[in-house]
């Protein structure tokens, strides 16, 4: 399919491949028709009817997702769809209020309707989350970053909707960063000895240590890695270590960390905080379709 090219450059300025947002759109409703015809709508619709559709918020949240079941929707409809758009991808938005409206025909609306929604719910889910987190760390110089715990096929998708929501992300695959941690330290014998083989093989690629004791902190910080993570630490243990790394690398804190004791986090100067919650532990946002005629959209 090809995608009109406003809403490819919009995708693309969106931090995500137009290519794949048409697979996984074409993916989805494959999956719903598993080879055979929406039943339902093929007895009850006649075909050429024309429908307005409002795609409504029904709680309060973030959106994300938006340009994602556009494209859902114009696979669907063959690309006989029009759109009416009252919000864009990261804007919070309260119970009630429409993000966008589809004209279209009624049968390509009804059978992409549940896969672009499934998409705009988990999405919207995970921005609301990572919203709230940012919220909690304003004004301090902590940011919010996802890990790679996300659902497969999908990391694409939810590492876009964590940046909807205010967050930062953290690598994006096994190839774009290395992560030295624990099972590695003991296999290659030390963090010193990880550190050296690991950039002998790719110089250029950075580096992020995890300790989970102070007494490695000066080891894993003296390699010249970018960043240090501090697993599973109290905050009174990452304020040793902030000073400890005195600047010579970024920081991370990660494990046991929730809104109500996040900004004691932020407090003692950590970089970042991972929360792999905001991917895998996600509730979905309510959100609906309603149905107009096609008169309505003269109105």
């Known amino acids: 399919m090809q995608l009109p090219e406003e809403l490819s450059v919009s995708i ?10 048409v697979h996984m759109a074409q993916r989805a409703i494959a999956e719903d028709l598993d080879g055979g015809v929406d039943v339902t709508t093929t007895a009850l619709v006649p075909s050429g009817t024309v429908v307005v559709a409002d795609f409504r918020m029904r709680t309060d949240g973030v959106v994300a997702g938006i340009v994602i079941a556009k494209v859902i929707l114009l696979e669907a409809c063959g690309g006989e769809v029009k759109f009416v758009d009252y919000m864009h991808d990261g804007a919070p938005a309260k119970s009630g209020e429409v993000i966008f409206t589809a004209i279209g025909p ?14 705009l719910g988990r999405l919207s889910g995970i921005a609301t989350a990572t919203r709230a987190w940012s919220n909690v760390l304003a004004g301090s110089q902590t ?17 876009f909707a964590v940046r909807m929501g205010g967050g930062v992300n953290h690598r994006m695959s096994l190839s774009d960063a290395a992560m030295i941690k624990d099972n590695h330290i003991v296999a290659a014998g030390s963090i010193t000895a990880a550190y050296l083989a690991l950039t002998l093989r790719f ?15 000066e080891e894993a910080v003296s390699t010249g890695a970018e960043l240090i993570l501090l697993d599973n630490m109290s905050p009174e243990m990452c304020d040793v270590a902030v000073r400890q790394i005195a600047g010579r690398a970024k920081s991370e804190a990660s494990g046991g960390i929730t809104l109500e004791n996040a900004r004691k986090y932020a407090e003692v100067g950590v970089d970042y905080i991972a929360v792999g919650a905001l991917t895998h532990s996600v509730m979905n946002i309510d959100i609906g379709v309603d149905f107009r005629s096609e008169n309505a959209a003269r109105n």
């Open 106 to 119: 009624a049968q390509g609306v009804l059978t992409g309707e549940r896969s672009a929604l499934n998409f």
């Open 12 to 21: 693309t300025s969106l931090g995500l491949d137009p290519e794949f947002v």
């Open 203 to 217: 110089p250029d690629i950075p580096v992020e240590i995890e300790i989970d004791s102070l007494s490695q902190l």
């Open 143 to 159: 940011q919010v970053r996802d890990t790679r715990k996300t659902t497969p096929g999908l990391r694409a998708f939810e590492k």
